[in-house]
């Protein structure tokens, strides 16, 4: 079945780095967008960085830009998520999700989230 | 960017239906998707292009549109429906954008 399995996450202290992995399974990963999506402890869904299929294209929302950085390994399957000069906003859970796997023209599938927790 | 209102809220006893609203100026012109989300878990994508439902999602989860309000129905809550529920859509920018999320309670 199609699936998305992250790893990474952990807790960091302002300013520091850490990197999310994403790795797909069960579709043709090179055929796809993947986006990132956070949900801060107790908020809604914030939609995070999106990749076009083939890397060329990347955007970002305004709070990440230039500290985020979204990367892709299509010979391996896999999402990337490398983020710098963390702050203590940036606490949240990190989903990573494709668009438009099974026709479904919307965030389908969806991993199972990894907490990031900024905090000194 | 453009923005996308739920209601917080809406409590519900077994069988009734629910309807939860998103309203936004630019969901005239953008297709919008709805997702459950049921406590510590990912969200699961229930509606797609406005109407379109997704395999494997029951029958009585549907979409429907008209000018800047989109309304997810769920005909008969049971009470593994109660969940959040988040509306989403996209501007040309490209940017995606999330409601606020409404919280169904099924009493």
């Known amino acids: 079945q199609v699936q998305l399995v992250q790893s990474g996450g952990g807790v960091v202290q302002p300013g520091h780095s850490l990197r999310l992995s994403c790795e797909a399974s069960g579709f043709t990963f090179n055929n796809f967008a993947m986006h990132w999506v956070r949900q801060a402890p107790g908020k809604g869904l914030d939609w995070v960085t999106v990749i076009s299929y083939d890397g060329s294209q990347k955007y970002y929302t305004d709070s990440v830009k230039g500290r985020f950085s979204i990367s892709r390994d299509n010979s391996k399957n896999a999402l990337y998520l490398q983020m710098n000069s963390l702050r203590v906003e940036d606490t949240a859970v990190y989903y990573c999700?494709?668009?438009?796997?099974?026709?479904?023209?919307?965030?389908?599938?969806w991993g199972q989230g990894t907490l990031v927790t900024v905090s000194s | 960017s453009f923005e996308l209102t739920q209601p917080p809220s809406l409590s519900l006893s077994p069988g009734q239906t629910a309807r939860i609203t998103c309203s936004g100026d630019a969901l005239p012109q953008q297709y919008t998707s709805w997702y459950q989300q049921r406590p510590g878990q990912a969200p699961v994508l229930v509606i797609y292009k406005d109407s379109e439902r997704p395999s494997g999602i029951p029958e009585r989860f549907s979409g429907s549109t008209s000018g800047t309000i989109v309304t997810l129905t769920i005909s008969g809550v049971q009470a593994e429906d109660e969940a959040d529920y988040y509306c989403?859509?996209?501007?040309?920018?490209?940017?995606?954008?999330f409601g606020g999320g409404t919280k169904l309670t099924v009493l």
């Open positions: 999700a494709s668009w438009g796997v099974s026709s479904f023209e919307g965030f389908f599938p």
């Open positions: 989403q859509s996209a501007d040309n920018n490209p940017y995606w954008v």
